[in-house]
């Protein structure tokens, strides 16, 4: 009787403490995933922002070219077709994210003086009101957010590794130009941006798809 | 402790006037702002005078004194004040001395020290509702966003809220701007597309700050692109109920992925008809609007934004893309119905046929096929007539054909209606040999800016369908209710203040009733025009008949409920109101002789209207009154002449008397028989005796009765000579009593008529044809009768008459005395006839002297005068 007694009262003392634990381990599974859903989003969100940016700046760039041979007079075709040496290279460099994302980084940073220069020499070569200009000027800013926007998601993924400033030093712009030369340099910037940008695009589709739904 | 701090600061404060300030007065604070509704405290100090203390200060807000019960006395030569700030304008608040002394009224500008309080208020709330708008310009989206907001409150112009507009990147880039509006733009350079944005607006014043919300959103949710362009519409034959739109994006992929909206409507509609968002939230650049009327034009637009849920705004909608959908054969019937044209006449009636396109005519109606079959009963024959009626359209109306429907005779009407695909079904209309009875009690009101048709059913039941048809302003209409509607509203449009006959039918398996029919306005007004009012005939003395033509209910502008008519004479206007129906009125009680001015004015429940004046003048008699008039006097004055007739008749002799007296004919007279010593008779020849003295038997007033002998003897009157010849010895007379110049003696004396209108020569002695010629030295033989005989015996003895007429005649000639003067006694010689007169008148009128005169004159007595020498 007093067996049955103390196994009733067992019992009754188990079934809430039952589904205490199963409440808390359903909160606790719970609140993994919305932490997970969380880095998930935000990955996602940052990347695909980058990543639109990306494309943004790539399809401008293609506009840009258009115009820019077409601002620039007869053989406008071949000034793309000659190599610069100064001009940076659009490969995108590493082994791992990190390094990628900072050889993104990098390159962007990079080209960022070259566009200016263009810039520059276009504002001679160009009346104000050409979309020469505005074109370039739109490339150049959104180029700066896209550089910025890597950085964000660099720092997201890896928080407590500060990313690196391209190494040595300013980077290297051409000396003065004659006219000739600078349709050409200009062309093969715009040029090699875009190739960047197509690689830049390429690379953080394969982070969007790797490194988002990992984490 | 306050207190302490308070002394502290009055003593800095009195130290550092007493430096720099020549007033013996001195307030503080001297706040920049002071905010509306805080209580401001304000401290007045005396500065090194003891002629004053503390309580003989006061403080002057806006030329008021402020209440002392808000006044605190710090010490003897200070004081403070409390008080709300109530008033947002700016005002000052001056610490004046009272103190009368001489010393302070000469100098009272150092007694007193003021505080300029300029207003603010707090602001009370953070700026609200803040929406930012980036556009798109070319391809691409403008660097300039766009944000309104919600005001802070309350402010003032001494311290308006400044709001500044912050924008902001990930990159840390930001910009601003400033306004004090709500609504401000900031400039980025180059949007920043895809990048996150912070956006705020800061509220700020002298009186404090306060921010918005921040609006953290990537930039594209901002932006509101420009609509779709290129819109173009595709319609298949195949497909005629579908459209297919296709249009261009307005600004690239790369942006941002667009979602769609698309609306259509037919042309003429109102009413926009929406596709169904999921429908058109995909990426799409076409969509194919379904389910649509064959035959149709339609309107389309497009709008769209970004397609990230909450993202970007609705773009304007594009411009119109226009189209027909492809036609299909005509679906239905068309409405066929006939409205009777004019009044029946002997023959019966001629009636219009006219219709309406089938509900889904599925296209443009070309044509319609009409067949009317006509079953005359007395004969029993049937007459067909088909046609092809090319349409004419009147609005949304097709006018068919008029024709007679003869009495007696059935009609039917069968239409088809045709367009480029097909033709409908074939409607039927028929008008019966014999009417049928229609709706009863048929009732029409305005209602809620409509026409609300009322009626009872028909005793006999067998109802299909009632038409209700209403003709107003040349224009025709009709809908077809049910059969069981007995109320319903006109549906077609309708304008105030014109008049609408609404008629109802019953239509019984397509046989027409007769109609039952009254008038209506939607809209009553007043009228735009009155009758002229005319006179009916001609005015009488005391009154008037007016007519007027009525005003047809078309131009009335509403039911004319009365005539006013107004008439005015003078500055006296009277008015006499009839009934709307009257078309005349018969003015009365009018005075006569009198100019009136007529009007008359219209008037509906909305308002009256004045026609022209007419005016009239009143007759000055009443008929008859002039013939009355007439007669009465005629009446009278023949009266008067009767009685002058009578009068005359029954004194004739009286009058015979006056005016004819019977004179003796000196002819007649006897002279020749008692004058023995001179035998004039057997010498003389009957006719001298006569021609020497004549009776002039003459009217009074009247020459012409002059004998004809004194006629040709009138050259010879007027010869002075032979004037003074005639008067001599004998003289002559006159009827009147008055002396009268003799004929004798005026040179007009051959016209006495002309001369002596009431004189009468009755008597002239007239020198006969012997005597002309003869030379004065003839002594003139005047035979003078000596006879006693009273004259009037020469009446009653006719045969002695000449002969005492002879006396007579000797007896005007009697001298009147012996003492007289050979002028005297021509004078009276001149005289004497008027004595000789018989008027009983001056008879009377002579004086005794006179009657004894002529008593003393009547003896014969020789002449002393003698005549004058011819």
């Given at each position: 009787m007093n067996g049955h007694v103390k196994s009733m009262h067992f019992g009754q003392f188990m079934e809430p403490v039952t589904t205490l634990l199963s409440l808390l381990l359903l909160m606790a599974v719970d609140s993994t995933r919305i932490?997970?859903?969380?880095?998930?989003?935000?990955?996602?969100?940052?990347?695909?922002?980058?990543?639109?940016?990306?494309?943004?700046?790539?399809?401008?760039?293609?506009?840009?070219?258009?115009?820019?041979?077409?601002?620039?007079?007869?053989?406008?075709?071949?000034?793309?077709?000659v190599s610069v040496p100064i001009v940076p290279d659009p490969k995108i460099s590493g082994?791992?994210?990190?390094?990628?994302?900072?050889?993104?980084?990098?390159?962007?940073?990079?080209?960022?003086?070259?566009?200016?220069?263009?810039?520059?020499?276009?504002?001679?070569?160009?009346?104000?009101?050409?979309?020469?200009?505005?074109?370039?000027?739109?490339?150049?800013?959104?180029?700066?957010?896209?550089?910025?926007?890597?950085?964000?998601?660099?720092?997201?993924?890896?928080?407590?590794?500060?990313?690196?400033?391209?190494?040595?030093?300013?980077?290297?712009?051409?000396?003065?130009?004659?006219?000739?030369?600078?349709?050409?340099?200009?062309?093969?910037?715009?040029?090699?941006?875009?190739?960047?940008?197509?690689?830049?695009s390429k690379e953080l589709r394969t982070l969007k798809n790797n490194k988002c739904k990992r984490i | 402790m306050e207190s302490a701090g308070q002394m502290l600061m009055l003593a800095a404060l009195m130290l550092t006037a007493h430096a720099g300030s020549q007033n013996y007065l001195l307030t503080f604070p001297h706040p920049k702002f002071v905010r509306v509704g805080s209580n401001f405290t304000a401290t007045c100090v005396i500065i090194n005078r003891t002629e004053v203390t503390a309580d003989d200060l006061y403080w002057n807000l806006s030329e008021t004194i402020l209440p002392r019960e808000h006044y605190s006395k710090i010490n003897n030569s200070a004081i403070s004040v409390t008080f709300t700030v109530t008033s947002d304008k700016p005002e000052w608040l001056f610490c004046l001395c009272r103190n009368p002394s001489p010393n302070i009224v000469l100098n009272q500008g150092l007694y007193m020290h003021g505080i300029y309080l300029q207003k603010g208020y707090a602001v009370q709330q953070p700026p609200g509702n803040l929406s930012c708008v980036a556009l798109q310009e070319n391809t691409y989206i403008s660097g300039t966003i766009t944000c309104e907001w919600r005001d802070s409150g309350?402010?003032?112009?001494?311290?308006?809220?400044?709001?500044?507009?912050?924008?902001?990147?990930?990159?840390?880039?930001?910009?601003?701007?400033?306004?004090?509006?709500?609504?401000?733009?900031?400039?980025?350079?180059?949007?920043?597309?895809?990048?996150?944005?912070?956006?705020?607006?800061?509220?700020?014043?002298s009186l404090g700050m306060v921010e918005s919300e921040h609006l953290k959103e990537e930039a594209n949710w901002f932006v509101k692109t420009n609509p779709p362009s290129d819109i173009s519409v595709i319609s298949e034959k195949s497909f005629p109920t579908s459209l297919l739109l296709n249009w261009t994006l307005p600004i690239d992929k790369s942006y941002f992925r667009l979602m769609y909206r698309i609306r259509f409507t037919t042309e003429g509609a109102n009413t926009w008809t929406d596709v169904p968002q999921e429908d058109t939230s995909q990426d799409i650049q076409s969509f194919r609007l379904q389910n649509l009327q064959p035959g149709t034009k339609y309107i389309s637009q497009v709008s769209c934004k970004n397609a990230r849920r909450g993202h970007g705004r609705w773009s304007d909608w594009s411009n119109n893309a226009t189209k027909w959908t492809p036609e299909a054969p005509p679906r239905g019937k068309p409405d066929l119905w006939m409205t009777i044209l004019g009044s029946p006449n002997a023959n019966g009636q001629n009636v219009q046929i006219a219709c309406k396109d089938p509900v889904h005519s599925n296209g443009r109606i070309t044509m319609f096929s009409l067949m009317i079959k006509a079953h005359r009963v007395t004969n029993a024959s049937t007459q067909l007539e088909n046609t092809t009626e090319m349409i004419s359209r009147s609005g949304d109306i097709t006018v068919l054909k008029q024709v007679p429907i003869p009495d007696h005779q059935s009609t039917q009407v069968f239409l088809t209606a045709i367009n480029s695909v097909g033709q409908s079904e074939k409607a039927f209309l028929g008008v019966p040999e014999r009417e049928r009875p229609s709706v009863e009690d048929l009732r029409v009101s305005s209602q809620d800016g409509r026409l609300l048709v009322e009626w009872r059913l028909p005793r006999s039941s067998e109802v299909s369908e009632f038409v209700v048809e209403w003709v107003g302003r040349g224009q025709m209409d009709w809908q077809k209710e049910n059969k069981s509607t007995t109320r319903t509203h006109i549906t077609g449009p309708l304008e105030p203040f014109v008049c609408y006959r609404v008629s109802v039918y019953v239509l019984r398996s397509g046989w027409s009733s007769k109609a039952t029919s009254v008038e209506a306005f939607l809209k009553e007004g007043a009228p735009s025009e009155a009758p002229s009012v005319s006179l009916l005939g001609v005015p009488g003395h005391d009154g008037a008949h007016l007519v007027w033509t009525q005003i047809p209910p078309e131009r009335s502008r509403g039911f004319i409920s009365t005539y006013t008519i107004y008439y005015r004479t003078g500055d006296a206007t009277r008015a006499v109101t009839v009934l709307g129906n009257s078309s005349s009125y018969k003015l009365t009680s009018l005075s006569p002789d009198t100019t009136y001015d007529t009007w008359i004015t219209a008037s509906t429940i909305a308002g009256s209207y004045k026609g022209s004046t007419h005016s009239f003048t009143t007759q000055k008699y009443a008929p008859g009154e002039i013939e009355g008039i007439v007669v009465g006097v005629s009446l009278g004055f023949l009266f008067f002449f009767l009685m002058i007739v009578l009068l005359c008749f029954y004194k004739k002799d009286v009058i015979r008397e006056n005016f004819w007296p019977r004179i003796p004919d000196p002819g007649e007279s006897t002279i020749k028989n008692w004058s023995p010593d001179y035998s004039l008779k057997a010498d003389l020849p009957r006719e001298s005796c006569v021609s020497g003295i004549s009776v002039l038997d003459?009217?009074?007033?009247?020459?012409?009765?002059?004998?004809?002998?004194?006629?040709?003897?009138?050259?010879?009157?007027?010869?002075?000579?032979?004037?003074?010849?005639?008067?001599?010895?004998?003289?002559?007379?006159s009827c009147m009593s008055s002396p009268r110049q003799s004929v004798s003696d005026s040179d007009e004396g051959g016209d006495m008529a002309d001369t002596t209108a009431s004189t009468v020569q009755y008597s002239s002695v007239v020198a006969s044809s012997g005597y002309k010629g003869q030379t004065p030295a003839q002594p003139t033989l005047?035979?003078?009768?000596?006879?006693?005989?009273?004259?009037?015996?020469?009446?009653?003895?006719?045969?002695?008459?000449?002969?005492?007429?002879?006396?007579?005649?000797?007896r005007c000639s009697r001298p009147t005395g012996n003492n007289l003067s050979p002028q005297g006694a021509a004078l009276r010689e001149e005289l004497q006839p008027l004595d000789f007169c018989s008027l009983p008148e001056d008879a009377e009128n002579n004086t005794p002297a006179e009657h004894q005169s002529a008593a003393s004159a009547s003896s014969y007595m020789p002449q002393l005068g003698g005549y004058r020498p011819q």
């Open positions: 932490v997970a859903a969380s880095r998930n989003q935000q990955c996602g969100n940052s990347l695909q922002q980058t990543l639109k940016l990306t494309r943004l700046i790539q399809k401008e760039s293609v506009d840009l070219i258009k115009t820019y041979k077409a601002s620039q007079g007869e053989m406008s075709e071949l000034l793309c077709k082994m791992d994210t990190s390094e990628k994302i900072v050889s993104i980084y990098t390159h962007l940073q990079a080209f960022l003086p070259h566009l200016k220069r263009v810039y520059e020499q276009q504002t001679d070569l160009q009346l104000p009101t050409s979309p020469v200009l505005d074109g370039l000027t739109r490339v150049s800013a959104h180029s700066r957010n896209l550089a910025a926007l890597i950085n964000i998601f660099y720092q997201s993924l890896f928080p407590n590794v500060p990313i690196q400033e391209p190494a040595g030093g300013p980077t290297a712009l051409p000396p003065p130009q004659n006219v000739f030369q600078q349709k050409v340099y200009g062309c093969v910037v715009l040029k090699t941006y875009k190739e960047l940008l197509a690689n830049v | 309350p402010q003032t112009e001494q311290d308006p809220i400044i709001y500044t507009l912050h924008v902001r990147d990930m990159t840390s880039q930001g910009n601003y701007t400033t306004t004090t509006k709500t609504k401000a733009q900031v400039s980025l350079g180059t949007y920043p597309n895809h990048m996150n944005l912070e956006i705020w607006v800061e509220a700020k014043n003459v009217d009074v007033c009247d020459g012409r009765s002059l004998f004809d002998e004194e006629k040709a003897g009138l050259p010879l009157k007027k010869d002075k000579f032979l004037s003074e010849e005639h008067s001599s010895g004998i003289g002559g007379s005047f035979s003078r009768s000596e006879s006693t005989q009273p004259l009037l015996d020469c009446e009653e003895n006719p045969d002695t008459s000449a002969q005492e007429g002879s006396r007579q005649s000797q």
